[in-house]
């Protein structure tokens, strides 16, 4: 089809439109509606049946009657008021059952119902709503599994496709995790004190789960994956609204917000990888980038001592200040990594902080750091040590043991272009 | 995906209720993580144009209604869908006018031509 084609201009299917009109408030509202009620119902599961209830009246209707002027306030009255029938008769059975146990105990059927029913900010609700169906008592999967499913509107099946597992996995994941949240009998409520900062940080991990899913795209079509890391940044910055003072939020948007600055230029023309400084910076988002300084600067100004995600998001933006790669601020991002390994202890960014000192301060420096790694077990198997060794070593002049640590790494990865790329550098270091 | 909204033209003048519930609108979609960026335009455009090598600048010509307020706002959404949605609500605040929508090619996108 060519711009002038005309049937480019004709009105749509009114059919279609409706259906694709429908399907696209649903994904916007989807969670305020389900916020909504779960505060009524006390149950997300309960909560999300009886959205879907409105969903399906607004399928049935809306066609016909066209689309309300405000079909979100439209579909929370459905809902609500399904809610309540629901409530009502679940008291009227209750009473029945008291009132043969016990005799009568006069009582106004529904006033706390009829409570709700006026506004209380929504903003709470769908607070409320995230941290409990990223509840540490689900697994990573089933938190995000729920997460995707009730806060981004998706479908099992698109859940599904993003994850690469069949649908009925994820169908599962999500009917066992609405289970054990009523079995462990979570409450509806944003957690106070103490708790909080675990919570939260239940949260921002399947946030980035989410995002690493999307990011990492090892397999599969990559369209659906690269849908996931934009869910992932749209979360983040509702999360972002919904709990300004928490400065681990703004630090996992600008985390987010950075690396996703980067799609673009992260791969090469038959789908390879390309190193960070081997990316041509030209390709990166600045509309991105600017937003990422953005969250960071307010994460920064809340003034509290930098948390991991703040650490890793003002690593990133070390990256992205850099207008080419020897412009990189090594020895900041060694002592933001040197930070980060404080926190998080963990050998991986242990091994980042040795790149990064090799960069700032030499090889020596990093190589330092790098054998005392070397009879870590989690890293036994990981072929960025061997890879990060054998570099260090050829910049040393240190060939032959450079070439082993080349052939040992590409020996140790899946990925054929990465191979290929080792082997290269391996046979680089053989004297002529 | 990405999409450009731009109004082209406004019938209504704003005023102080008009700004009020427009703002009210705009924090939404912040808060809902769909609004990337948004401005009013200058409807003062300069036009140019290039034909054989050369650049022709030219100023104007200026809309009738000065007061008019058009604007642009870059949103993300999952879907076309989406955006037209937060266009009618939009449209809904504006009264009467008209616009355009266009998806943007972001950084998940490939680049044109490649």
């Known amino acids: 089809m060519t711009a002038s084609d005309p049937r480019r201009e004709t009105h749509r299917d009114a059919h279609s439109d409706a259906h694709g009109a429908i399907d696209a408030v649903w994904r916007m509202e989807a969670a305020r509606i389900i916020a909504g009620l779960a505060r009524m119902v006390h149950d997300i599961g309960l909560a999300e049946e009886l959205a879907q209830d409105a969903l399906v009246a607004a399928l049935e209707q809306w066609p016909e009657s066209g ?10 009255a459905v809902a609500k008021r399904r809610a309540v029938d629901r409530i009502r008769r679940q008291q009227r059975l209750e009473r029945k059952l008291e009132e043969i146990g016990h005799g009568l105990e006069d009582e106004d059927p529904a006033p706390e119902f009829d409570a709700v029913l006026d506004t209380d900010p929504i903003e709470d609700d769908l607070l409320r709503l995230v941290f409990t169906a990223c509840h540490p008592v689900l697994s990573a999967q089933a938190r995000a599994a729920l997460t995707l499913r009730l806060l981004g509107g998706l479908t099992t099946e698109e859940i599904a496709r993003a994850f690469l597992v069949p649908e009925a996995t994820v169908a599962q994941r999500i009917v066992r995790a609405k289970r054990t949240l009523a079995e462990a009998g979570v409450p509806f409520e944003v957690p106070e004190g103490a708790e909080r900062a675990d919570r939260l940080a239940s949260v921002l991990e399947v946030v980035y789960l989410i995002f690493n899913e999307g990011y990492a795209a090892s397999g599969g079509t990559s369209w659906m994956r690269v849908d996931l890391c934009q869910e992932a940044l749209r979360l983040g910055r509702v999360l972002a609204g919904l709990a300004p003072q928490e400065p681990e939020v703004h630090g996992l948007v600008a985390l987010m917000e950075i690396q996703a600055s980067r799609t673009r230029a992260r791969t090469g023309p038959s789908g390879e990888p390309v190193r960070i400084l081997d990316q041509n910076r030209g390709l990166w988002d600045r509309l991105l980038i600017r937003r990422g300084f953005a969250a960071l600067l307010r994460a920064e100004k809340l003034g509290a001592p930098p948390g991991p995600y703040v650490l890793q998001a003002a690593i990133a933006a070390c990256h992205a200040q850099a207008r ?36 700032a301060y030499g090889p020596a420096r990093g190589l330092e750091v790098v054998d005392a790694l070397g009879s870590e077990p989690a890293l036994k198997d990981y072929h960025l040590l061997p890879s990060v060794r054998g570099d260090l070593l050829a910049r040393l002049g240190r060939l032959d043991e450079a070439r082993t640590e080349f052939e040992r790494a590409a020996s140790l990865t899946r990925n054929l272009p990465e191979r290929t790329l080792l082997l290269s550098r391996a046979a680089a270091c053989t004297p002529s | 995906m990405r999409f450009l909204m731009m109004t082209t033209e406004t019938e209504s003048v ?21 609004l990337l960026a948004t401005g009013g335009l200058d409807p003062r455009a300069t036009r140019i144009t290039s034909s054989g090598g050369k650049v022709t600048v030219t100023d104007g010509p200026y809309t009738e209604a000065k007061e008019a307020v058009v604007g642009f706002a870059l949103i993300e959404t999952r879907t076309k869908e989406e955006a037209v949605e937060l266009s009618k609500r939009f449209w809904r605040i504006a009264g009467d006018g008209a616009g355009v929508i266009q998806q943007v090619f972001g950084p998940e996108d490939p680049m044109p031509g490649r």
Do not use: K
Not at chain 1, 67 to 76: E, H, I, K, R, S
Not at chain 1, 332 to 350: D, G, K, Q
């Open chain 1, 324 to 359: 080419t790669a020897e412009e990189t601020d090594w020895a900041r991002i060694a002592a933001l990594y040197e930070l980060l390994v404080r926190l998080t202890p963990s050998p991986v960014v242990e091994l980042n902080r040795a790149v990064a000192l090799g960069m």
């Open chain 1, 67 to 76: 689309t309300p002027d405000n079909p979100g306030a439209w579909l929370m």
């Open chain 2, 14 to 34: 704003p005023d102080e209720r008009l700004m009020a519930e427009m703002g009210r609108f705009i924090e939404e979609m912040s808060r809902a993580g769909v």
